[in-house]
């Protein structure tokens, strides 16, 4: 021990304190292992010279030469005992690793674990250690043996261990047994009032959408919009949602998303118009899509224009419901259209347009109801006073069975008026 320790005074001289920092811990790892029930032997006080050596160097930023000193030494033909070889592979394993060789660090810890007398901690670490680098290199089978064992070994409670392992299942396909290390992972960190890492819920996310198992799926998304509030997962439960049946969250959740700016494509936009129409709320719907035609999000189609328009229509706002159903007629130039557009005109008690509208839709064709249209046409001609061609319309609409017990109604109704105005005239 006095040797030692007038070894330590030298060294301390000449390369400072932080080196005698490793070489303390060094000892304390070869006492430890008494306490482990494992004989470890001592360290040679060569063997410490040329790992403060090598620490020295990297410490001036040298890594190559450091490597150098650690190589040499392992492969110079020198009797060294499992720790010391241990010692010198571990170090060499992490710079190695520092240095992004992948290959040679793994080769390197897996020299440390080749040992037998060493402390179980060192062993247990190098473990920990190089089941993460095979994982880096995709060598997932060594990956997962490698972690296996240090949890058999040191019983430990380790959330990062326990994702990697589920990490590691999900990348050999095997997802059900993915499922349970990533739960116990998150659920070692929630346990101490913080949120899991991303990834953990995202991947857990998954493993559950392929089981179809939406419940879990909904879970863990609820969490992901909570702590890591992005777009996909916003938009991800609203879905889910409605794979569910919950309508009403369905809403909810796309409407917070889209008040946070996360809906913002053209069919996420009329998807949310249309489901504010289903819950009884077209004001919302009509301001969805006319912010986003205003925005160019939305395209200016018929299509679009005509959802727009009905919008507006059940909101009754019904100027800027003519407006919209105009351009979409405009814009298709069908019947269909324009049919619509004299229906909107009727109802705003525009009356001469509503006649225009009417031949036009008749003129197009293609009506799913022409009846309907002449009965319109009618009712319009009535309004301007043109009793005669109202009564023209109304006869073709009896001709079609949608429209002819109302058409019927409105020719006597015209009927009796045209009686009580020649009523009029005559007792005058």
Not at 41 to 62: C, F, H, S, Y
Not at 316 to 328: D, F, G, N, R, Y
Request: charge should be positive.
């Amino acid at each position: 021990m006095k040797s030692l320790m007038c070894l330590l005074k030298r060294i301390n001289g000449f390369f400072g304190p932080a080196i005698i920092v490793i070489i303390l811990l060094n000892l304390v790892s070869s006492a430890y292992g008494a306490e482990e029930k494992r004989k470890v032997p001592a360290m040679g006080q060569k063997t410490i010279k040329q790992l403060v050596k090598a620490q020295k160097l990297l410490e001036e930023d040298k890594p190559t030469k450091s490597l150098a000193v650690l190589n040499k030494f392992i492969t110079g033909g020198r009797k060294l005992n499992d720790f010391e070889l241990a010692q010198l592979a571990s170090m060499q394993g992490y710079i190695y690793y520092s240095e992004d060789n992948f290959d040679k660090a793994i080769g390197s810890f897996q020299l440390v674990l080749q040992q037998q007398k060493i402390p179980i901690t060192l062993e247990n670490s190098t473990r920990y250690q190089l089941s993460q680098l095979l994982y880096a290199e995709e060598r997932f089978k060594e990956s997962l043996d490698a972690l296996k064992r240090w949890f058999k070994d040191t019983g430990a409670e380790n959330a990062a261990a326990y994702a990697q392992m589920g990490q590691i299942y999900y990348q050999i396909k095997q997802h059900e047994k993915a499922i349970a290390p990533l739960e116990k992972a998150v659920s070692l960190v929630e346990k101490k009032g913080k949120p899991a890492t991303e990834s953990w819920y995202s991947l857990l996310r998954i493993l559950y959408y392929q089981k179809e198992d939406n419940k879990n799926v909904a879970r863990l998304l609820e969490k992901l919009v909570r702590i890591y509030p992005k777009r996909e997962y916003w938009l991800q439960l609203s879905e889910i949602y409605g794979l569910m049946g919950k309508e009403n969250k369905r809403l909810s959740t796309l409407d917070a998303a889209y008040l946070l700016g996360f809906v913002n494509t053209e069919n996420r936009l009329l998807g949310l118009a249309g489901l504010y129409v289903d819950f009884g709320l077209p004001f919302k719907a009509a301001k969805v899509i006319a912010k986003g035609l205003k925005d160019n999000i939305i395209s200016s189609t018929a299509s679009n224009q005509n959802f727009l328009a009905n919008a507006w229509f059940q909101a009754q706002e019904i100027k800027k419901s003519i407006l919209a159903m105009t351009l979409a007629a405009e814009l298709s130039g069908e019947g269909g259209t324009y049919a619509a557009l004299t229906s909107i005109y009727l109802e705003d008690e525009r009356y001469e347009l509503a006649v225009d509208s009417a031949k036009e839709a008749l003129s197009k064709g293609g009506l799913k109801s022409e009846g309907l249209v002449w009965l319109d046409l009618g009712r319009a001609l009535f309004n301007t006073g043109k009793f005669s061609e109202s009564k023209k319309a109304l006869k073709k609409a009896q001709h079609h069975g949608k429209s002819k017990k109302y058409a019927s109604q409105w020719l006597k109704y015209v009927e009796n008026e045209l009686s009580r105005r020649k009523s009029l005239q005559a007792m005058r």
